[in-house]
């Protein structure tokens, strides 16, 4: 067992199993993860070919850009957090895709700049918003101190190796009053296999808990300034996310089936909302701020 990426500790308590890889999450600080965490040049392998392990479908850069419009509105609350607090500057956001995020950021008066793994979404993302994508690991790519005023990280964190160096680096890369806006699953205390639909574990590595923003933020000298919990089945069985073709096949299906059943998304939102009624997963929205001094 790895001591805990976020405070260090190697307790850790098994929660449940999911396609044979273990979840379980640290009492001190409430991250979660998975067992065994993959060793990060093989994790770079699989993100740079599209991440993703198992059975996945890896989305082509034309559905992802698909997606992605479908989910502008969902994106626009990214810029709409950072707006108040940063109005403008450069803009970084990593885990671009097809580039989405930075078009809405430029619009709103942004300079902005991508880094994307994967070769055919970095180039989709250049295409579509004209500015530069770089092509590696943030930790490598060795960016002068105090470069951005907003970096985001949209359901990135998950993923990570380490999220403590990543989070250690874009703190070094931010400017004093910047801000990183990050998105990603938030599990509350209480939370079971049945309250997410498919965790894809393996892929996701990690999920923050209740107290694990502010364990993070404090151990790496960021002030967490905004915080916000949507709560996921929510999230999920919207129209948009009914419209979307996702990277799994069993998902899709049901999608299809759904969009063609006269009121049929309706039906699965009260059906999944009421089996879902107790359900502690959120997606949690943050904005952190280098801490003074
Ligand atoms: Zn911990």
Redesign the pocket.
């Known amino acids: 067992m790895t ?7 190697s ?1 850790w308590n098994p929660l449940f199993v999911e396609n044979g890889i273990q979840l379980g999450k ?6 979660h993860s998975i067992e065994h965490i993959p060793d990060a040049d093989a994790r770079m392998t699989e993100m740079e070919e599209g991440h993703y392990a198992g059975d996945l479908e890896v989305l082509d850069a034309e559905s992802q850009m698909t997606m992605e419009k479908v989910m502008a509105s969902m994106f626009q609350r990214y810029v709409d957090i950072a707006k108040p607090l940063v109005p403008g500057g450069t803009w970084l956001d990593i885990g671009c895709g097809a580039g989405l995020l930075i078009g809405l950021a430029q619009k709103a008066g942004y300079t902005g700049e991508g880094l994307e793994l994967n070769a055919a979404r970095r180039e989709a993302a250049i295409k579509q918003t004209g500015v530069t994508v770089h092509s590696e690991p943030v930790e490598l790519l060795k960016l002068p101190d105090d470069s951005y005023d907003v970096i985001s990280l949209i359901n990135v964190f998950s993923h990570l190796t380490s999220p403590t160096e990543t989070l250690a680096e874009l703190r070094r890369i931010l400017k004093p009053g910047g801000v990183l806006v990050m998105a990603t699953g938030e599990m509350t205390d209480g939370v079971q296999k049945s309250h997410v639909f498919n965790w894809n574990l393996g892929d996701h590595l990690y999920f923050l808990g209740d107290r ?1 923003i502010d ?1 993070y933020a404090k151990n790496l000298g960021y002030d967490v300034v905004e915080h916000r919990r949507a709560w996921l089945p929510d999230e999920m069985f919207s129209k948009e996310w009914l419209t979307v073709k996702g990277r799994s096949s069993a998902k899709n299906a049901i999608k299809t089936a759904v969009r063609i059943t006269p009121g049929g998304l309706r039906l699965l939102r009260a059906v999944m909302l009421r089996r879902q009624a107790d359900s502690k997963a959120h997606s949690g929205v943050f904005a952190l701020r280098p801490s003074a001094g």
Do not use: A, E, I
């Open positions: 001591p805990c990426d976020c405070c260090g500790s307790d640290c009492p001190h600080c409430d991250l694990t364990v």
